[in-house]
Structures are given as C-alpha cells and as structure tokens.
C-alpha cells in the first residue's frame, strides 16, 4: 500500500509537487500536469529535468494521469482517437524509463446529441479502446480505466460492459470515490439520477486495480459540485476505504482534493493561488491518512 496523488494541485512545477510530497512523507506522484502539459508532450530537455529532480528527490512517478480518450474526446471523431494515440505512443517510451506501469485513461466523452450507450457508438467505442488497451499490454503497461465524464462512467454496468468487450488482462479500472456524486447514473430509468457512490463501488469492486480519493457534494439547487476534504462529502470515501481494506486491497491511494483548484477548469497563477493550492494539498493528504489510519484500526479490531 502507498500514498501518492495528483501533486499538479499542489503546484504547477514539478519542484513544488516534490516539496508538498516530501513534506507528506511520501515518495509517488501521479502524474498530470508537467511544464504546461503533461509526460507526453513536454519537451526532451523537460524531460531529462524532470528525470533528474525525480531521481534527485527520491520521488517516483506510479501512475500517468493522462488524457487519453477523456471528457474532450469525441468517440466519433477521428482526430480525436489518433491525437489519443500519438500521446500514448509518446508516453510509453517515457513510463519505461521512468518505471511507470499504469496509466489513467478513459473511455470517450457522451455525447450529447445522440444516445451516448447506442449499440452502434458502442462498437465504435469498444474498438478505439481495444486498440488503446492493445498497445498498452504489448508495453506491459495497466490501462487504468477512470469512472469520470465518459461511456464507461455512464454507470457500473456500462464499465462492466466495457471491459467485457476489451477483454485484457491489462485493462482494470481506478475507481474515483467522488466522481458518481455528480454523475446521471444512466443504467435508471429518465430523469437520471446521481450515482451512488457505494453501488458504483460494489459492482465493480473486483475489477478495481487503483483508488482516486476525492469527495463532494451535488448542490442541486445551482447544478454544482462542491468538492470537500474526504470523509466530510456524499462519496462515502470511509465506508469503500474500509471495505476495501477488508477485502485485502494493497495498492496505490491517490488523492485529488479539487478543492482549491480544479486543474481543467482554472488558470489561476498567482502566488496567493499557488499557496493556497500547496496548502490545501498537503493538508487534504494529511486528513486522508488520518482517515486511513482510523479505518485500518477499525478493520483490524474487527478481525480480532
């Protein structure tokens, strides 16, 4: 088991997501934003830097946070797919380097004018990821499929459905505790409902290979998320941290607050900003520890 987290929400450069990572205690970053862009598209020269401060720090990279077939991908587009995988063939070379054996992706954006779950953009679907999941197994390399704004976070049974049809051994799922708070679950029936996080989790608990922390609650009244410290939301983060202690999980816990800076929607850059950014990061870690260490007592009192 080990702590790590999208440290971009700590700073914008790398140095600074190694000082808020140092300062946790801990020695994994998951990778996102890099230099204005990410593992894939920064420069030779940035990335010999960021080798270097990495290697210096004693900081290792687990997981890349790409965007590969994310929010903004259109499943029809073909642009999209084939700028999904050039950054993919970019970042395999680099995650060797640097020893990164997962990879955060998604499963296309639902679009809004037509039927996001038709049987005729599933096969498009299913085939466009096959070939992404393809290249990943040829580089022994985990796609780590998010439950985020895309096909397969429509609901747990259209992941379920997804990996079905991909059908690797390297296709596995990181499971966001606060993503389905905000998200129509579109396995029920019209008006959609917010997921439930705990059903969500239930359904596909066994597929799950990473963990994404992060917690909110769905203001209805504004159409709003707003995005809390974990435990204090409506994604039931302290019951799925248990349950998956108890069922034996040992892997990655990534934190992602969204709290002080939602990184595709600000652009903030201010020294203020960046503070509070740093501040909120290395706080948010600490409160997911302490929550952490008390469901590990919890678990354990109730296996004596």
């Avoid at 998956?244 to 999980?249: A, D, M, P, S, T």
């Amino acid at each position: 088991m080990y702590y790590t987290g999208f440290a971009d929400e700590a700073g914008k450069e790398i140095s600074t997501q190694i000082a808020a990572t140092r300062e946790l205690g801990w020695h994994h970053i998951e990778a996102r934003g890099l230099h204005g862009s990410n593992l894939s598209g920064i420069t030779d020269a940035q990335f010999d830097d960021l080798c270097g401060k990495l290697a210096g720090a004693d900081i290792s990279i687990n997981c890349y946070g790409s965007g590969i077939a994310n929010w903004s991908r259109h499943p029809r587009k073909e642009e999209d797919f084939v700028a999904g995988k050039e950054e993919l063939l970019r970042a395999l070379p680099r995650m060797k380097k640097l020893g990164i054996t997962i990879l955060r992706g998604m499963s296309f954006l639902a679009p809004k004018d037509e039927p996001p779950d038709s049987p005729e953009l599933e096969l498009i679907i299913f085939k466009k990821m096959a070939e992404f999941v393809k290249l990943c197994e040829d580089a022994g390399v985990i796609y780590g499929h998010e439950n985020c704004a895309n096909y397969g976070g429509l609901s747990n049974l259209h992941t379920l459905k997804l990996i079905e049809a991909v059908n690797s051994p390297n296709f596995k799922l990181i499971f966001d505790t606060g993503n389905p708070v905000s998200t129509d679950d579109y396995s029920k029936p019209v008006p959609y409902p917010k997921q439930d996080p705990w059903e969500f989790y239930t359904n596909v608990r066994e597929h799950i290979a990473y963990v994404h922390i992060k917690d909110a609650i769905w203001d209805a009244e504004k159409s709003a998320t707003v995005y809390t410290f974990p435990g204090e939301g409506h994604g039931q983060v302290v019951r799925i941290v248990r349950d998956l202690l108890k069922n034996g999980y040992d892997g990655g816990w990534s934190i992602e607050p969204h709290m002080s800076h939602v990184v595709h929607l600000s652009s903030d850059s201010d020294a203020a900003k960046e503070r509070e950014m740093y501040g909120n990061y290395v706080q948010y870690g600490k409160r997911f520890m302490r929550l952490m260490e008390q469901a590990r007592m919890e678990v354990s009192g109730e296996a004596a």
